[in-house]
């Protein structure tokens, strides 16, 4: 799993959880920036987790980024559509 930044870590936390759910054969959590105390909280929930920086002041996520504008759905489906899945997903199954 991928976060652009964690501040409280309240929001993943219920994420991961929901992935854990699944069953996943690992599961890692990769972020740029997280205080130290949110990666401790969250260390027992993952196999691992890979965070570049932990500040002890982090203010706000979009403090530790030269631009950080909100992506619109358009913008989303434009990525999505430039790197497409062989994967067939299917409502009925879950998966």
Do not use: W
Request: hydrophobic share 45%.
């Amino acid at each position: 799993m991928v976060d652009d930044g964690i501040a409280t870590g309240a929001t993943i936390l219920a994420v991961v959880r929901a992935v854990r759910e699944r069953k996943p054969k690992e599961l890692v959590l990769a972020v740029p920036v997280a205080p130290l105390d949110t990666i401790k909280k969250l260390h027992p929930e993952v196999d691992a987790i890979v965070c570049l920086d932990t500040p002890e002041e982090l203010g706000a996520v979009g403090y530790f980024y030269r631009n950080f504008h909100q992506i619109g759905d358009e913008e989303v489906i434009a990525t999505l559509k430039r790197f497409p899945t062989n994967r067939v997903v299917h409502a009925s199954d879950g998966s």
